[in-house]
């Protein structure tokens, strides 16, 4: 199956990818490898997954907010492939960092929504390294923030 058909298969709806709101860019490309930005916790009606993990949240709500972080990022790698899934080799890597509580120990299964999602989306090819950290804040608030990097064919 293509990328496309097994975003069609799991029933992924990719958001419309965002523009930065600081002093960076989105994604950017260098030789094969592709960069993306970190992809914040956005729902699907374009609200912010809020909250601390440990406190206001749990891990499911987590795991969630990390699926929508990973759809993000499909999207931007998308459109920096000029909407041609294809031109993706594999996921090197992503970093996940999770909005949570001093005594919070179970960001690795909060970005795990990340990590089953990629490679629902590209199979064996998103088979990724990965960091998964605590943070004591992320922008806005967020719950979740994941970037990756990707290889080109």
């Given at each position: 199956?293509?990328?496309?058909?097994?975003?069609?298969?799991?029933?992924?709806?990719?958001?419309?990818?965002?523009?930065?709101?600081?002093?960076?860019?989105?994604?950017?490309?260098?030789?094969?490898?592709?960069?993306?930005?970190?992809?914040?916790?956005?729902?699907?009606?374009?609200?912010?997954?809020?909250?601390?993990?440990?406190?206001?949240?749990?891990?499911?709500?987590?795991?969630?907010?990390?699926?929508?972080?990973?759809?993000?990022?499909?999207?931007?790698a998308k459109k920096a492939c000029n909407n041609d899934l294809s031109k993706i080799k594999s996921c090197v890597k992503l970093t996940g960092f999770v909005n949570s509580t001093d005594h919070y120990t179970e960001q690795p299964k909060v970005i795990n929504g990340a990590s089953d999602t990629i490679v629902k989306i590209f199979g064996d090819e998103g088979m990724h390294t990965r960091a998964a950290v605590s943070s004591n804040s992320l922008p806005l608030g967020v719950a979740v923030e994941v970037d990756a990097i990707f290889e080109l064919n």
């Open positions: 199956m293509t990328f496309e058909e097994n975003i069609k298969k799991e029933n992924f709806n990719l958001p419309s990818p965002s523009a930065p709101v600081g002093s960076y860019v989105a994604t950017k490309i260098i030789g094969k490898l592709l960069y993306i930005s970190g992809q914040i916790s956005i729902d699907e009606s374009g609200n912010l997954i809020k909250g601390k993990l440990g406190k206001e949240l749990n891990t499911e709500d987590g795991y969630k907010a990390a699926i929508r972080c990973a759809l993000n990022i499909t999207s931007q």
